[in-house]
């Protein structure tokens, strides 16, 4: 039996002699591509609370919940539908850090387990993506939180 | 009379004949470049069932019942049925034996299971423990990537060696009496050993299983006595475009080139355009192949002995959770078409 550190080297040797092989991923392309659907997601959400402010006359605070929550329903929209996964595999990150990529991966579960049951299959799995998030995001904003409370 | 060769090698005196088989796949795989092999392919993924797990079990039915009308066997005389898939618990399997009523054993070797079955069928006719019996493999892209990944709408970018779980179900009848018209004979395998290179990332599995595949056939060879040329085909189960070069540097470095003769049904599956990064993978990649092309293709005669290998990554989601390395395992089988020159 060979201990555990050659094993861990070997390991490591053959990582290293696989990458060879794997192609690369276009981190420049995909970057690229992700800022520019972002922003365009970004400018049309706020073209759309600036009309709410303008001709809606709505107040900041409210055109901003509203905007939000129209974001979050096209997303959810699209993904019922199918499209989300399509749309995201081009834009990557550009479509998946604005909350449309929370909204998808709220509802994609909840598409995905609905042959288990309203309360065992979607209401377990609601969370199965967005929960670690969600526990991780509270974390740290209850640390950032604390650090903020100290420094005042 | 002694049937081992080596320590993993067994060969067969009564050579067990493959009568029927057949392979079902997917709508994607249905448009790939071996569209023309495959015997049934779905117009829609979901079969008309519910939930994708009970398509899938009607697709492993289809394809077991297709390939028991190709080797005109009636299901009654069917004394076992050997087969497997991806799902937890091999629920697909055990739902289409429920519908079957052959008496059953479920095998698990992951990816590798078509020449798991083949191996144990085949030891069962040989021995004179069955007369006929089935072997088949599914999987199915919709139910493993629910189970081993994120569900099928959430939006994410796969790497580039990533592969794509094939939609495919393959069969074979294996029986101890031939069959009229061109014979195939199974004649000898190889049992795989599980070799872990240490690869953690789900998203390598070609890489993870190269290794096992290499050791499985560098063993098959010195067991048998046998080099690359002595076969016309030899065909790895899914380790993609990425694994595939691994093996074939591998072996070349192993002073065992086998690039004339050498593919992978992962890389065959698909072309790049199908958009599936690193090829196919899944149970259903080599069953469908080896049920539908490689049998084929010996029926016609442009094939005469042939080296096949499903592979396996034996991963499971509470192992990947734990950041365990991914294990992997090669069983190889030959086939020899007999009569008709």
């Given at each position: ?87 995201a ?47 991780c ?15 005042r | 009379?002694?049937?081992q ?7 067969f ?32 993924d ?42 937890n ?12 009523q ?39 892209y919709c ?43 199974i ?37 048998m006595?046998?080099?690359?040329s ?15 070069n ?96």
């Amino acid at each position: 039996m060979k201990n555990n550190k050659t094993k861990k080297q070997e390991a490591k040797q053959y990582e290293a002699y696989v990458k060879e092989f794997t192609p690369k991923p276009k981190v420049l392309v995909n970057g690229v591509k992700a800022f520019i659907t972002g922003g365009l997601i970004c400018a049309a959400a706020y073209a759309v609370q600036t009309w709410l402010i303008r001709t809606m006359n709505l107040g900041e605070d409210a055109a901003k919940t509203w905007v939000t929550v129209l974001l979050i329903c096209t997303a959810q929209l699209l993904t019922g539908l199918g499209w989300f996964d399509t749309l995201a595999k081009f834009c990557g990150a550009g479509c998946i850090v604005p909350i449309t990529g929370f909204a998808n991966s709220m509802v994609s579960p909840a598409i995905e387990y609905k042959a288990e049951g309203p309360v065992l299959g979607v209401g377990a799995k609601l969370f199965s993506v967005a929960g670690p998030v969600l526990v991780c995001g509270i974390t740290a904003s209850v640390v950032a939180g604390l650090i903020q409370w100290c420094m005042r | 009379m002694n049937h081992q060769r080596g320590k993993q090698s067994i060969v067969f005196s009564n050579r067990p004949y493959v009568v029927g088989a057949a392979a079902v796949v997917g709508v994607k795989e249905g448009q790939g470049p071996q569209r023309k092999w495959f015997d049934f392919i779905l117009e829609d993924d979901i079969f008309g069932e519910k939930t994708w797990e009970k398509a899938e079990g009607k697709m492993l039915k289809k394809a077991i019942d297709l390939a028991l009308g190709d080797g005109r066997v009636p299901e009654k005389q069917v004394d076992l049925l050997l087969g497997g898939d991806l799902i937890n618990q091999l629920m697909i399997a055990n739902y289409a034996a429920r519908d079957l009523q052959i008496p059953f054993l479920g095998l698990y070797g992951a990816c590798s299971t078509m020449t798991e079955s083949l191996i144990m069928g085949s030891v069962f006719i040989d021995g004179g423990y069955a007369s006929n019996a089935v072997c088949a493999a599914s999987s199915h892209y919709c139910t493993a990537e629910r189970q081993f990944r994120m569900p099928l709408e959430h939006g994410n970018q796969r790497p580039p060696s990533a592969q794509w779980t094939a939609t495919a179900s393959g069969s074979m009848v294996l029986s101890g009496r031939r069959s009229p018209g061109r014979n195939i004979r199974i004649s000898a395998a190889t049992i795989g050993r599980v070799v872990d290179p240490g690869i953690k990332d789900v998203n390598q599995m070609g890489a993870a299983m190269a290794p096992a595949a290499v050791d499985t056939l560098l063993t098959h060879f010195r067991d048998m006595d046998r080099t690359p040329s002595d076969y016309d085909v030899i065909l790895s189960g899914d380790l993609g475009n990425i694994g595939k070069n691994i093996l074939i540097d591998m072996m070349e470095k192993q002073g065992c080139p086998v690039t004339e003769q050498y593919n992978d049904c992962g890389a065959l599956m698909y072309t790049d355009s199908q958009d599936v990064h690193s090829g196919g993978s899944g149970c259903g990649c080599s069953a469908s192949i080896f049920s539908g092309r490689v049998i084929k293709e010996m029926r016609q005669g442009t094939l005469r002995r042939a080296l096949i290998m499903s592979t396996g990554a034996l991963l499971s989601t509470i192992s990947s959770g734990q950041g365990e390395s991914i294990p992997g395992i090669a069983h190889a089988v030959v086939l020899e078409a007999e009569g008709g020159e």
